[in-house]
């Protein structure tokens, strides 16, 4: 189908994010043409609901010079999915065009343009802190859908809520991944939240440093700056930031004197530095979720409450009303004395270390996947402290089964195709080892066997239930 509007964006990909930008796009009026390299029935029938619409699309398009040069018109923008690198030859080719190239979520914020948002980076605990950070604000009355990197697209997210005919949101929550922050260097929340930071995706930002100004130029580009003081990346560089909010899961007296943070735990109590001193702000215990790391996660949504004007009394409420995060240290289930928590957003060795220290042992580890880089030495040690046995599973199966040998890990070690077996297994080790919990925390992507962490775990969750 020819397209030959002067103002033609390309969408790359066919997937979630690229139909929401096309959407998006072809809603203020513009000619859109979507790309995919691939085909297939599934694409062809999501190509046609979209060809519908007026929205072109040409499915077997590679990512290649030739593409865009065989077009009708020159585009005016080239809009890319977050799973293509920013460095891939083609867009790096089109750039020396002179055709810019952004990411869905540039086009999110530039339409969303008089809601603020609310901005959450980091290694790990962004899912879980996006989702606190909007169930604080749900409960106490305002509306703060969330989206980006969790469950709506940014721009599926911007389309369904601004509209002419619709009140705006107070807030938009927005889980942001480096991959989409690189994507899109003009967005610039009102709060921006940094979780914590951890090598991760080196495999495609190439340098720890790299990786982390990724992340530090969305936080600066942000009118508020919340840092979690706890993780060692960033207290290491807190003398590099000249305005930020601090926030730590222990005593204040514990960081160093750089730092003075504006939460804290103290005597069980959540504690605020107000204008008469130190003032208890709500229990520390409010939230019914295991593990260190979520206190972090907490006392981060709550430095965000209060700079959108929730009272202690308001955040208490609702962090107790909180139900918990699917695939994050998610409890599913206890069978015959056994506890089983579904942890599948734990795709790298920090997180999954996480999992391990939140909980108490002897526990079965379902692991593998799709293995990252990153040092594993913390998670060998992890596990050689709390798990009895573990069931290996995927693709790194046979690469996690030499680390552990070569680690001298003291428990069993069982090997297995996929879930559909490892599950059951895991159920019976945890019965002759008499283990209080098993746990999915598979410290590996899931694209060897699934096509996101959400549904690997939806596997898992299913087949637990069936036991």
């Given at each position: ?189 009102q709060v921006g939240i940094w979780t914590t930071l951890t090598p991760d995706h080196l495999e ?192 790194a199966q046979a690469q996690f089964q030499q680390l552990l040998a070569a680690a001298g890990f ?54 637990v239930s069936g036991l």
């Open positions: 189908m020819a397209v030959t509007a002067s103002d033609l964006t390309v969408v790359v990909g066919l997937a979630r994010s690229g139909i929401g930008a096309a959407k998006l796009l072809r809603q203020a009026g513009r000619a859109v043409l979507v790309i995919d390299n691939q085909q297939g029935p599934d694409l062809e029938a999501r190509a046609a609901d979209l060809r519908q619409l007026g929205i072109a699309v040409q499915l077997g398009a590679p990512l290649h010079p030739d593409t865009f040069t065989a077009l009708a018109s020159r585009p005016a923008t080239v809009v890319v999915s977050p799973g293509i690198r920013w460095d891939h030859p083609t867009l790096e080719w089109l750039r020396q065009q002179g055709i810019p190239t952004v990411g869905d979520l540039e086009l999110a914020w530039q339409a969303s343009s008089n809601v603020p948002w609310i901005g959450i980076t980091g290694t790990n605990g962004k899912t879980t802190v996006t989702h606190l950070v909007s169930h604080l604000l749900q409960h106490a009355g305002l509306d703060a859908p969330m989206g980006g990197n969790v469950g709506f697209s940014a721009a599926e997210l911007v389309l369904e809520r601004i509209q002419p005919n619709l009140p705006e949101p107070d807030w938009l929550v927005m889980e942001l991944s480096s991959y989409q922050i690189e994507a899109a260097p003009q967005v610039a929340p495609r930002h190439g340098t720890l440093e790299a990786y982390r100004a990724i992340k530090r130029g969305l936080l600066e580009r942000s009118r508020e700056r919340i840092l979690n003081a706890d993780d060692a990346d960033l207290q290491a560089h807190a003398d590099r930031w000249e305005r930020a909010t601090w926030i730590t899961a222990g005593p204040r007296a514990s960081l160093p004197h750089s730092i003075t943070p504006s939460l804290w735990i103290e005597g069980g109590q959540v504690m605020h530095a107000g204008p008469s001193g130190a003032t208890p702000l709500m229990a520390a215990d409010c939230l019914a979720m295991p593990g260190a790391h979520n206190r972090q996660n907490m006392l981060l949504a709550a430095a965000a409450g209060r700079m959108a004007g929730l009272s202690g009394a308001q955040m208490e409420e609702a962090f107790r009303a909180f139900p918990g995060v699917p695939h994050r240290l998610e409890r599913l289930r206890e069978d015959q004395g056994i506890t089983y928590y579904n942890d599948s957003k734990a795709t790298n060795y920090d997180a999954a270390e996480v999992a391990l220290q939140a909980l108490a042992g002897p526990l079965v580890v379902l692991a593998g996947g799709e293995a990252k880089q990153g040092d594993p030495n913390s998670w060998l040690v992890a596990l050689g402290q709390k798990a009895a046995a573990v069931v290996l599973f995927g693709a003291p428990g069993a070690v069982h090997c297995c195709e996929g879930l559909d077996t490892g599950v059951a297994l895991a159920a019976q080790l945890a019965r002759t080892h008499s283990c209080q919990a098993v746990l999915l925390s598979p410290a590996c992507a899931s694209f060897d066997q699934y096509s996101d962490f959400e549904a690997r775990g939806d596997h898992f969750r299913r087949l």
